[in-house]
């Protein structure tokens, strides 16, 4: 049992191998089996290079008549259905027809302004303070009623609220010194077209001590004119001088300026009075 002679071994080695080999046979076999396809591939292949196809000419032609389909779509949205107007009242698709009016409402650039009225109602004095460099000046403004007169040194008084007034008067040199003051005293600012610069300060203080300050905004304006126990003939005297100051800063290019005017006491309605006969004869013949 021990002794296996070398002949033995010989036949259990040989059979093995025989497997062996006749697996890689098969194996070979199968593989030049498997490269025929690949060879036929190749000639398909060259055939093709000979023949081309042109596949993606017939997707941009499919893609060129979407976009003109999508072309005829739009145009066809675009396209309104015409209507007939005749007997709208307004054409289709606009707002209106021509005006059949002349009257359009107007508006002017807010402004305030002072002015004397021929019959005042107020009893206290105004608060005015006069800007000014020149110790002369700031005298005179002192003798003709003003609370305070000085120059720049002021502004830092102001800014801190330890000065305030009912109006502010300068010279005119003086007006980029107090820019600062612009947003503080922001209506009260001097301005020369309100009369609150200027070089002749006794005559605008004897505006500003006792003037009558009135604001136009929007198309409105709203002031006192008088108070209920006044005669009416001072209340109509009232209410012509602001009408006529009003009227002083109509723009050129306007026609009438005022149209209507209410007056009313804060505790009862108000009555509307012919405005016409208080208005500018010039503003009659425009």
Same mark, same amino acid.
């Given at each position: 049992?021990?002794?296996?002679?070398?002949? /033995?071994?010989?036949?259990?080695?040989?059979?093995?191998?025989?497997? @062996?080999?006749?697996?890689?046979?098969?194996?070979?076999?199968? *593989? *030049?089996?498997?490269?025929?396809?690949?060879?036929?591939?190749?000639?398909?292949?060259?055939?093709? /290079?000979? /023949?081309?196809?042109?596949?993606?000419?017939?997707?941009?032609?499919?893609?060129?008549?979407?976009?003109?389909?999508?072309?005829?779509?739009?145009?066809?949205?675009?396209?309104?259905?015409?209507? $007939?107007?005749?007997?709208?009242?307004?054409?289709?698709? &606009?707002?209106?027809?021509?005006?059949?009016?002349?009257?359009?409402? #107007?508006?002017? $650039?807010? *402004?305030?302004?002072?002015?004397?009225?021929?019959?005042?109602? +107020?009893?206290?004095?105004? +608060? =005015?303070? @006069?800007?000014?460099?020149?110790?002369?000046?700031?005298?005179?403004?002192? %003798?003709?009623?003003?609370?305070?007169?000085? !120059?720049? %040194?002021?502004?830092?008084?102001?800014?801190?609220?330890?000065?305030?007034?009912?109006?502010?008067?300068?010279?005119? $040199?003086? @007006?980029?010194?107090?820019?600062?003051?612009?947003?503080?005293?922001?209506?009260?600012?001097?301005?020369?077209?309100?009369?609150?610069?200027?070089?002749?300060?006794?005559?605008? &203080?004897? &505006? *500003? #001590?006792?003037?009558?300050?009135?604001?136009?905004?929007? =198309?409105?304006?709203?002031?006192?004119?008088?108070?209920? $126990?006044?005669?009416?003939?001072?209340?109509?005297?009232?209410?012509?001088?602001?009408? +006529?100051?009003?009227?002083?800063?109509?723009?050129?290019?306007? !026609?009438?300026?005022?149209?209507?005017?209410?007056?009313?006491?804060?505790?009862?309605?108000?009555?509307?009075?012919?405005?016409?006969?208080?208005?500018?004869?010039?503003? +009659?013949?425009?």
């Amino acid at each position: 049992m021990g002794n296996l002679s070398v002949t /033995q071994k010989s036949a259990y080695m040989a059979a093995p191998s025989r497997s @062996v080999l006749r697996v890689l046979s098969r194996c070979q076999s199968l *593989f *030049f089996t498997c490269r025929a396809p690949s060879v036929s591939c190749s000639s398909l292949t060259a055939h093709r /290079q000979q /023949q081309p196809v042109r596949s993606y000419a017939a997707a941009a032609a499919a893609k060129q008549k979407e976009k003109k389909d999508e072309t005829v779509q739009e145009k066809a949205v675009k396209e309104r259905k015409r209507v $007939d107007d005749k007997n709208r009242h307004k054409p289709y698709g &606009l707002t209106a027809w021509a005006p059949v009016d002349d009257v359009y409402m #107007k508006k002017v $650039d807010p *402004f305030v302004s002072t002015i004397h009225l021929p019959h005042s109602f +107020k009893s206290d004095i105004n +608060k =005015i303070v @006069v800007f000014t460099e020149n110790p002369d000046q700031a005298r005179i403004a002192m %003798e003709n009623g003003a609370a305070v007169a000085g !120059g720049a %040194e002021l502004v830092e008084k102001i800014l801190a609220d330890e000065i305030t007034a009912d109006f502010y008067l300068a010279e005119p $040199d003086m @007006v980029q010194k107090l820019l600062p003051l612009k947003n503080k005293l922001r209506k009260k600012f001097p301005k020369s077209k309100r009369g609150s610069v200027g070089m002749n300060i006794p005559k605008m &203080l004897a &505006l *500003f #001590k006792s003037g009558h300050e009135y604001m136009v905004e929007d =198309i409105y304006v709203n002031t006192q004119v008088a108070t209920l $126990d006044m005669p009416k003939e001072y209340i109509l005297a009232n209410i012509h001088a602001i009408v +006529k100051d009003v009227a002083s800063h109509k723009p050129a290019e306007f !026609g009438p300026f005022i149209e209507r005017a209410i007056v009313c006491s804060r505790s009862s309605e108000g009555l509307h009075i012919k405005i016409e006969e208080l208005l500018p004869q010039e503003e +009659k013949k425009a």
